[in-house]
Nanobody, 124 residues
């Protein structure tokens, strides 16, 4: 059983940076991803890291967000730069036991492990 616990959310001004962490217990050699959700909207994929270490990003976030994983610490990270008010959302960590989710990484229905979410608020 995998448990995911996010941390690092908070309130920042536009243009600043913020880093999120997701501590995983259990087997972590999974496809892992970050999603975000604004109330009333669908949960959308932000970025994913595949079992081979390759990464995927939402097109609109490329260049500003970086996903990484420290297998020794069983922790997934999301570094967010040049934050915008529209980045305000609850950010979720997700995982699924699949070697290659590269083609469907942003499909939230494919993930069966979720964290509780952490709020990120960006003010203008």
């Amino acid at each position: 059983q995998v448990q995911l616990v996010e941390s690092g959310g908070g309130s920042v001004q536009a243009g600043r940076s913020l880093s999120l962490s997701c501590a995983a217990s259990g087997h972590v050699n999974y496809c892992m991803a970050w999603f975000r959700q604004v109330p009333g909207n669908e949960r959308e994929g932000v970025a994913a890291i595949i079992s081979d270490g390759s990464t995927r990003y939402a097109d609109s976030l490329k260049g500003r967000f970086t996903i990484s994983k420290d297998n020794a610490k069983s922790t997934l990270y999301l570094q967010m730069h040049s934050l915008k008010p529209e980045d305000t959302a609850v950010y979720y960590c997700a995982a699924v036991a699949h070697w290659d989710c590269g083609s469907w990484w942003s499909n939230k229905w494919q993930y069966n492990h979720w964290g509780q979410g952490t709020q990120v608020t960006v003010s203008s």
